[in-house]
């Protein structure tokens, strides 16, 4: 049984075959991208601007489920939204396959990363968020999951607590997480009737390009069903009175295009703390991949679990303080 990871099969030549088969004809110039999940590709291409071709990492999701990311995507698009849709053939394809990968290519788009901190900004990401939640609000998804306190928060505790985490830490983190996840099963439960909607899901800096003094959407590889608070709250960062004002002006621009529910603030904590539970989980499982080691040395050592915990106590005191208000 051959232990070869299928990523590691994605040589230059097999990459520049697979644009190839869709059509297009390589000038051998190859790049790879900051992209760990999947991998992602610049490829040069004769006479034409480079392509951006995204390797979808196999058995994650199923094909019904990215191409109802590519959907959204489109609907998006079709309203005039700034996002970087998938490519489609002649016959209105945007998935392919080619060897053992399912693959999407997407034009490359240049821009810079957000200046989030300069409220003007805020505004108008608040105003584009609105735009997008009405759409993602007009249907759920039938087939990619949800971001819940189970899948998020209860799961990965159970994976880290009986693989990953030191013998010597375990009594402490299992006695944290028993703390936690009630707190975050009970926030879920008194928030009221909050219905979840398609969002991007992955709403931070990385995944946005300023171009022409506005903000472009990229990579929604990770959109699932979750409560509208989860596009918003990773781009507030700082103290409490600092977070207040950054969200004054996100939901000033957000109320103009879809109505913000102030009952989502008691959820912001909680999806912080599931967050940071599921990207400890989602480097332990993807640990096998070769280059999660080389590209995350720090992980899966006492350091990084005893600073984990020490996260996460602070999280316990997150949650059980006051959520945050709007001015």
């Known amino acids: 049984m051959s232990n070869t990871h299928p990523f590691e099969t994605l040589t230059p030549s097999f990459i520049m075959d697979a644009v190839e088969s869709l059509g297009y004809l390589c000038d051998g110039r190859n790049l790879a991208l900051n992209s760990y ?5 610049q490829v040069g291409i004769e006479d034409q601007q480079p392509l951006i071709v995204k390797f979808y990492r196999p058995e994650r999701w199923s094909r019904e489920q990215i191409l109802e990311e590519h959907s959204y995507s489109y ?8 996002v970087v849709a998938p490519t489609r053939n002649d016959n209105g394809d945007s998935l392919f396959e080619y060897g053992p990968f399912m693959m999407s290519v997407f034009e490359r788009k240049g821009g810079r990363g957000p200046e989030l901190d300069d409220l003007d900004n805020l505004f108008t990401m608040g ?11 007009s249907k ?14 209860h799961d990965s505790v159970e994976l880290i ?3 990953f985490i030191p013998a010597e830490l375990k009594p402490a983190y299992d006695s944290l997480t028993a703390d936690l996840l009630p707190l ?29 003094d506005a903000p472009h959407f990229v990579d929604f590889d990770d959109s699932r069903m979750a ?3 989860q596009d918003i709250w990773m781009l507030l960062s700082g103290d409490t009175d600092r977070q207040r ?42 640990w096998e991949d070769p280059a999660f080691p080389h590209s995350f040395p720090w992980f899966n050592t006492v350091r990084y679990w005893s600073d984990h915990i020490l996260e996460l106590r602070e999280q316990l005191a997150a949650l059980q303080a006051p959520a945050i208000e709007l001015f």
């Open 227 to 229: 409560p509208a608070i």
């Open 184 to 212: 975050i099963d009970k926030a879920f439960a008194n928030a009221g009737d909050i219905t979840p909607i398609r969002v991007h899901g992955d709403c931070h800096g990385g995944n946005l390009l300023w171009r022409d």
């Open 245 to 286: 004002r950054q969200l004054s002006e996100i939901v000033d621009g957000y109320n103009e295009f879809y109505d913000f529910h102030p009952r989502e603030l008691a959820l912001i904590e909680p999806l912080r703390t599931l967050r940071m539970m599921y990207y400890s989980a989602w480097l332990a499982r993807r």
């Open 127 to 137: 105003r584009l968020l609105g735009r997008m939640h009405l759409i993602g609000a």
């Open 161 to 163: 607590s009986n693989h």
């Open 37 to 41: 999940e999947n991998r992602v590709y």
């Open 75 to 82: 609907e998006l698009a079709e309203h005039e939204l700034p």
């Open 140 to 153: 759920p998804y039938q087939h990619r999951p949800s971001i819940n306190p189970q899948t998020f928060g």
